[in-house]
């Protein structure tokens, strides 16, 4: 038997406890799979990811809030990398760490979820930390989405060219305003990523487009932005990038939302990043809030501002969000993450000189140079040039 247990319908699901059962999900692509263990995967030198473009996984993955460590993907000629390359299934409740570097389409998670997934699905309960690298829609989670993502976090390290977030790279929400009234394509998510590139580039998401009817909403960004001249790819200075999105394409609303992360360019590239959103293209914000660098759509507050709920009209820290001074360094977290006052060591890069506490997602040592970060190298060298 391939799995360590069931028969991979619904009711009675393969059962993924080995890094060689995760292995051969590739075998069963229309099943129903449930994670009973923590898995490393260090027995693999460099992943192949599970569903591709034409081929795509088309079951149900149940992570069921185990951990997939070590994971280790070096494709860089390749496109849709991630632990799952191309996806028109489900996922949720995954949670992965490693290395994942590739082309175009790339996610620590997921390379490219498809346009012709059921769109009551949602990717859901799903995380990453370490490094993504790519050239072309970079995402600490996912590279291209085009359905929803709920309760879901990063701590990564972003490196693009054009269209990188921390969360997801690309997000094209036609599919999914085609199917559903009201939608919500991104809602209750966050990231603590270092994005760098040279376009497109956002602390969530870089490049949203086709957004109507519906709205990113009760989100959050920490971690920073930053310039890499290298990666213009023809661009110029017409950079579009912000401190939540890169580029917000619709005719929707961004709700509830805000950004503390820095953001780091040279001083002539004027159009290099705003605080919340780099470039609007239809579209508005409501309630949202951010701490770096201009942006007319959006309130600029300061850090002891946005360490007060008074300052967040509106919100529903009844159900959805909290506030405690000696959690999430202070500012607004969402209930779901069950944050404790000792969540508060991993360390971003607030400026090009100062690395400062956020939150703790990943077992990292307390650093004092960014190099004495652990394995997963959350922060390199590399990402925060």
Request: proline share 3%; glycine share 12%; net charge negative.
């Amino acid at each position: 038997c391939m799995f360590s247990g069931g028969t991979g319908t619904q009711a009675d699901p393969y059962l993924i406890a080995t890094a060689e059962d995760l292995n051969n999900v590739r075998y069963e692509f229309g099943s129903h799979f449930l994670q009973i263990a923590d898995i490393d995967l260090s027995i693999y030198e460099n992943w192949e990811p599970i569903g591709m473009y034409g081929d795509p996984f088309i079951g149900e993955y149940n992570g069921n809030n185990f951990n997939v460590t070590n994971l280790t993907i070096y494709r860089e000629t390749e496109n849709y990398v991630g632990l799952f390359g191309f996806v028109l299934g489900k996922i949720k409740n995954c949670n992965v760490s490693g290395i994942v570097y590739g082309k175009d389409v790339v996610g620590g998670l997921i390379g490219g979820i498809s346009p012709f997934s059921d769109m009551n699905n949602i990717l859901e309960n799903c995380s990453f930390c370490g490094n993504v690298k790519g050239m072309t829609y970079v995402g600490g989670l996912v590279g291209i989405a085009y359905y929803r993502i709920l309760n879901c976090y990063t701590n990564a390290d972003v490196i693009a060219d054009v269209i990188g977030g921390g969360l997801i790279g690309l997000l094209d929400c036609w599919y999914l305003s085609k199917m559903q009234n009201n939608y919500k394509p991104i809602a209750q998510c966050c990231s603590y990523s270092i994005v760098t590139g040279g376009a497109y580039i956002g602390g969530l998401v870089g490049n949203i487009i086709n957004s109507k009817d519906g709205a990113i909403e009760n989100c959050y960004s920490f971690g920073g932005i930053y310039f890499d001249s290298i990666s213009k790819s023809g661009f110029g200075v017409v950079l579009r990038s912000g401190g939540l999105i890169g580029r917000f394409h619709g005719i929707s609303m961004i709700k509830n939302c805000y950004s503390k992360a820095y953001i780091s360019a040279p001083s002539d590239l004027i159009n290099f990043g705003r605080g919340l959103v780099g470039n609007y293209e239809g579209g508005y914000a409501q309630n949202c809030y951010h701490q770096a660098m201009d942006d007319e759509f959006s309130t600029l507050k300061t850090s002891v501002e946005l360490k007060q709920q008074s300052t967040f009209e509106d919100w529903d820290f009844d159900t959805i969000w909290g506030i405690e001074p000696n959690i999430n360094d202070g500012y607004p977290y969402l209930k779901w993450q069950s944050l404790q006052p000792s969540d508060s060591n991993v360390y971003v890069k607030t400026s090009p000189t100062t690395i400062k506490k956020a939150i703790k997602t990943c077992i990292i040592d307390t650093p004092t140079t960014v190099k004495e970060i652990k394995k997963l190298n959350i922060i390199t060298d590399t990402g925060l040039k």
